[in-house]
């Protein structure tokens, strides 16, 4: 997947003021955004955070996942360090798309963990594709990163493209009773790591 720089404007947020770069695929149309805080292009390791975007955790507040929590607190760190990144994909649902998230969301009101859900409808556990991230770090002059994540498939995916990962930063953030199986399902099924309570 190969995307190309667009174009750019300010983003003034409660965090702080960004810079909106946007990217799209010539080919699907598909886009993406980065956000970035400070002048990244001279920084040895940027402090970034790769987030696939989620429309009910980002957007309408949703607590049946952490992707808002992630979100908001990645903004903040980079806030409070004066500069960095998010990549921010449009990849809903890890790649299934927000109506069959809905679904999938469905089967698990009906007894489905999130990663039965997305395998009944058909689909893998995890659909998303990171190859984007390569051209737009390209583009933003980033070739190392400190990674705000707790998935080592991310981790293992960015290094594959090139990109330096200097240290991978936990991200765990809005745990809650909604979200506690799916946070367990992530760690036990996808493999992502939290530190135990």
Do not use: W
């Amino acid at each position: 997947m190969t995307v190309q720089y667009v174009a750019s404007c300010r983003l003034p947020t409660p965090f702080g003021e960004f810079g909106l770069h946007g990217f799209e695929d010539p080919d699907t149309g598909q886009e993406h955004v980065a956000l970035v805080l400070g002048d990244v292009a001279v920084i040895d390791s940027v402090l970034c955070r790769v987030h696939s975007e989620c429309l009910t955790g980002d957007c309408l507040f949703s607590i049946r996942c952490d992707c808002g929590a992630q979100l908001q607190t990645a903004m903040q760190r980079i806030a409070d360090e004066g500069n960095g990144v998010i990549l921010y994909l449009r990849q809903e649902g890890r790649g299934i798309g927000l109506i069959n998230k809905v679904r999938a969301y469905e089967l698990q009101d009906q007894g489905a963990d999130t990663v039965e859900a997305n395998e009944r409808l058909g689909f893998d556990a995890d659909l998303r594709d990171y190859t984007m991230c390569k051209n737009m770090f390209a583009h933003l002059q980033i070739s190392k990163i400190r990674l705000m994540t707790n998935n080592p498939v991310k981790v293992n995916a960015l290094t594959k493209l090139g990109i330096e990962i200097v240290e991978r930063i936990p991200l765990e953030t809005g745990r809650n009773d909604h979200n506690a199986r799916y946070l367990a399902t992530k760690a036990g099924k996808l493999g992502h790591l939290f530190s135990k309570d």
